[in-house]
């Protein structure tokens, strides 16, 4: 069997190329299955398995010709094609119907992320095609991957239920992610949360609840809350302006892979999404999460996660991610086990051969 995994953006944010990167590295070694990683975008390419856009292409609407182009030529050397999916995209009621070996790869519910991604009028027309063009293209595709299960069921719908769908999560490869060192206190409860930028959905605000009351009354808890990324000004002055905040939160900007993993060598735990249903969504499957807990960090988070199953004990779900910070203290914190433990507790769930024999599987039957 003969899989090809194509991707084309504007631009390949670096967790999709570590993404695709888990993909392509074991692919290489595999005998059971012949699997190829492809991916193009607008900028010169920095990976094997990476191809940049010709110059005449780098324009919306133009880059998903080319994008067909690129599968048409590449449906024909394989048994089945996996493309990530391309939101509000118009040429595939030309070129749907003629690719029998399709199947879209899905990260997010699409209609509902345009308005959140473009706000004002420009968010709703993306959403309104994507509503029409993708029902369309779904319906033709040989089979639906989604990230979640809630994700596959919901693509499912929109097809009308009559194409197969499987469930492809995000993995990594644990040995390439180095253990952290361990420098936890054992005394302060430190939490890392880390993301490119705070938005809405990450739900830092909640978070700020949390802090504010387990600092309320008599035996307040001692707690430092380690910020990685851009937080907004609003979300500055929050902090600044209360006491009790700033004394929990600690607000580190963007940093390099060795001057995070210093930060997080003394956290105690990790901090997944908080407020997922923002985006209409209740379960996920993050690269920061498999990354935290092949580092050895334990995870809080506001939703449910494809991979891990629910007796997995180091990862714990605060519904509506109100995060019952002294319970999480009392789970994961004064150095209760070692990082190895966590990640070899986690090992078998996050890894991405496994989610890739997973659809190979799939497909085989």
């Not at 492809?168 to 060192?181: D, F, M, Q, T």
């Amino acid at each position: 069997m003969k899989i090809i995994h194509l991707t084309v953006v504007r631009e390949l944010p670096g967790g999709i190329q570590k993404q695709l990167f888990f993909e392509y590295e074991p692919a290489r070694d595999e005998k059971a299955y012949s699997w190829e990683t492809h991916a193009w975008h607008d900028y010169p390419a920095e990976s094997p398995f990476v191809s940049q856009v010709p110059a005449f292409f780098r324009f919306v609407f133009l880059r998903q010709i080319f994008a067909w182009f690129q599968i048409i030529k590449l449906s024909r050397k394989c048994d089945y094609l996996l493309v990530r999916h391309m939101p509000f995209d118009p040429f595939g009621f030309l070129f749907s119907p003629f690719i029998k070996n399709r199947i879209t790869v899905h990260h997010t519910k699409e209609v509902e992320e345009m308005v959140l991604v473009r706000p004002g009028w420009k968010g709703r027309m993306a959403s309104r095609l994507e509503d029409y063009a993708g029902r369309f293209t779904l319906k033709r595709n040989f089979a639906i991957a989604g990230v979640t299960q809630e994700i596959v069921d919901y693509q499912r719908a929109r097809a009308g239920g009559v194409v197969p769908g499987v469930v492809y999560p995000n993995g990594i490869s644990a040995g390439s992610v180095a253990l952290l060192g361990d420098e936890r206190s054992g005394e302060t409860f430190n939490l890392v949360f880390i993301c490119t930028e705070f938005s809405s959905w990450h739900g830092l605000e909640r978070l700020f609840d949390s802090a504010l009351y387990c600092q309320s009354g008599q035996d307040s808890l001692a707690i430092r809350v380690h910020l990685i990324g851009r937080i907004s000004e609003h979300q500055r002055e929050r902090i600044n302006s209360s006491k009790a905040l700033s004394r929990v939160f600690i607000e580190h900007g963007i940093l390099s892979e060795r001057e995070y993993r210093k930060v997080m060598s003394r956290c105690d735990a990790g901090v997944g999404s908080l407020a997922l249903e923002e985006k209409g969504l209740r379960e996920a499957s993050t690269l920061k999460v498999r990354e935290m807990l092949a580092m050895g960090l334990p995870v809080v988070s506001g939703h449910v996660d494809s991979s891990l199953p629910e007796s997995f004990p180091f990862y714990e779900i605060y519904p509506e991610g109100s995060v019952d910070l002294k319970k999480a203290a009392t789970l994961f914190g004064a150095r209760k086990f070692s990082r190895q433990e966590v990640r070899r507790a986690a090992e078998p769930f996050i890894t991405k051969t496994n989610a890739m024999k997973g659809v190979v599987d799939f497909l085989a039957s």
